[in-house]
């Protein structure tokens, strides 16, 4: 019985797709700073970089 549980569950998928993690106070920053007028962008490693919007 012990087995047929682990084979429904494969722990190898797992290790592959880490799971996406959500920090509250850096999506608070950045939703903060784009209603401050600046366009946030983040890359692929989580670094952000900020342009800001000027407006005529």
Known sequence: MMDASANRF???SRKSDPPKVVNLGF????K???EEGFE???KADG???LVLRVKD
Request: aromatic share 6%; glycine share 0%; no cysteine.
């Open 10 to 12: 494969p722990s190898s």
């Open 32 to 34: 903060t700073l784009r």
């Open 27 to 30: 999506y608070r920053i950045k």
């Open 40 to 42: 946030v962008v983040e």
């Open 47 to 49: 670094k952000i970089t």
